[in-house]
């Protein structure tokens, strides 16, 4: 019989609700964190002490002395990127290549999947999406389209300049076809990758291996989401969405474990709702309050510097991302922004809309019904206690619960990993 209390850890919204302290907190209870999809484009953001980390591949465990740290093979990888991270975290004292493991089976993102990238988006008959241009979307594209280089091609020499110049050539065309004038040295590219893999090649194996393994063996896994579930390839507001899937399924395709090993699923919410780039957003704060919130809550992207769209608490959109995901507790994070409001609004239904409207037109169409609750207008920066937060904070939060249908297991007072209100006897405190 295997362990109990393999969890994963995902976003509940549009992404950037805090998964990397979340990660970061839980996975000193687990031996091994993964990340399951996304590219360099998720920038996870950690606060130990004065010092702060911005992890943009590299799963937020690497932080704990001792956890294996594992890139799965639903991961796109920039391998430029990601050595440059590694040093980074080196330079700060991380034990990188102890830790980390690097799945042989992700995809390759080259530099000319950027400029695919800048063309789709800049096409006139093109509704842009908001992405961050990383080439991430593009080298999806190509893993579906059964053409794309995955890390284990890289070792194997001939078949891989063979499988290179292929792809060379068809984004060459694609280039001269749209007029796009930015000259590449594509041999120089495909030598500075042999070159990448040389370094990478200790820490590449078979991932879902070393997780089943492990898994087998009772040591306990951490499986970390980027972005988040309201930008899934398949159920968020798409085509405003991202290149994977960003929900808990998509941790047993992009890790390589069975359903059975998955005991948890933690979603991950702000206080209030964010979304950084184009697309659909009911509840969206258009004037002061909004401002306020982004200037509290620090609302700038950790990877890109975007300012985030802000507004308030969105319940049919949580319960929407709890029943695609079957959230086992909630994680509420950046509680201490909504200190400063004298009353809090909460959308609690839209308008004669009882599922979550298909397209993204349907979403922007929707009439958001809100309810007022009272602020609490006392500081909650900080706090480690339930017991220490503003009756008011309480009354909103169990709101909150109440009215999505999913215990809050944990509360995040602030940046630093000590800003944590962990709830005795909630199901989230079970698991770990």
């Not at 979550?356 to 922007?364: D, H």
Request: proline share 5%; aromatic share 8%; hydrophobic share 40%.
């Amino acid at each position: 019989m295997g362990n109990i209390g393999n969890i994963v850890v995902l976003g509940a919204q549009w992404g950037d609700e805090g998964k990397g302290k979340v990660v970061d907190l839980f996975s000193e209870k687990f031996s091994i964190v993964a990340r399951y999809q996304g590219g360099h484009n998720a920038g996870h953001t950690v606060f130990i002490g004065p010092r702060k980390f911005v992890l943009k591949l590299i799963p937020s465990g690497i932080l704990r002395p001792g956890i294996r740290a594992v890139i799965g093979n639903g991961v796109v990888i920039d391998p430029a990127a990601l050595i440059e991270e590694m040093e980074k975290l080196e330079q700060a004292g991380i034990d990188v290549r102890a830790q980390l493991a690097i799945s042989d089976r992700a995809h390759v993102i080259f530099p000319f999947h950027r400029i695919v990238e800048k063309m789709s988006e800049g096409r006139q008959d093109r509704v842009p999406i908001g992405t961050t241009s990383r080439g991430i979307g593009p080298c999806y594209e190509d893993k579906i389209g059964r053409r794309g280089i995955r890390i284990a091609d890289l070792y194997e020499h001939d078949s891989f300049c063979a499988m290179y110049t292929a792809l060379a050539e068809d984004k060459q065309l694609l280039a001269q076809t749209f007029d796009i004038q930015e000259t590449i040295d594509y041999e120089l590219i495909r030598d500075q990758y042999l070159g990448f893999a040389e370094r990478l090649r200790p820490l590449v194996c078979d991932t879902a291996q070393l997780l089943n393994d492990a898994i087998r063996a009772g040591q306990r896994v951490l499986f970390e989401g980027a972005q988040g579930t309201m930008l899934d390839v398949d159920h968020g507001t798409y085509p405003f969405v991202t290149s994977s899937s960003a929900t808990a399924g998509g941790a047993c395709t992009g890790a390589g474990v069975p359903p059975t090993a998955i005991h948890g699923i933690i979603g991950v919410s702000k206080a209030y709702t964010t979304r950084v780039g184009s697309g659909p957003f009911p509840t969206e704060l258009l004037g002061d309050d909004g401002e306020r919130i982004r200037k509290a809550g620090n609302e700038f992207g950790a990877v890109t510097g975007r300012p985030r769209r802000c507004g308030w608490f969105d319940v049919p959109l949580l319960r929407y991302t709890a029943m695609i995901n079957g959230f086992t507790s909630l994680v509420i994070t950046k509680l201490d922004v909504l200190d400063q409001f004298d009353e809090i609004l909460v959308c609690t239904g839209y308008k004669n809309v009882t599922a979550m409207p298909a397209t993204f037109r349907g979403l922007e169409a929707v009439e958001p019904v809100y309810e007022k609750l009272p602020g609490w207008k006392s500081e909650t920066r900080g706090l480690s206690r339930e017991r220490d937060l503003p009756p008011r904070a309480r009354d909103y939060l169990h709101f909150l619960s109440e009215r999505v249908g999913v215990e809050i297991g944990c509360i995040s007072t602030g940046p630093e990993r000590d800003e944590t209100i962990l709830i005795e006897n909630s199901r989230l405190a079970g698991l770990l």
